[in-house]
């Protein structure tokens, strides 16, 4: 026979969960922050295979392509 009950089993598992806006707020700072660093992060890979076609050639990606990737 189990030693919980079903009511200290209920129990915690309905506990309801809490959010802080300091962690709300953190976690969107924290997400704006990766988005913007992807960002520029492209922004200089784009540069730098328009700069430099052999590292492009191989890679495989042509001129076109890398015009598309600024869309």
Known sequence: MSCYSHSERDVAFAAPRTFSLR???SRI???LRRARDRRRQRQELIDYLRS???AARDLGIS???IDNLCR
């Open 52 to 54: 430099d076609h052999r």
């Open 23 to 25: 962690a709300v707020l």
């Open 29 to 31: 700072d924290h997400n």
């Open 63 to 65: 001129i076109n392509e």
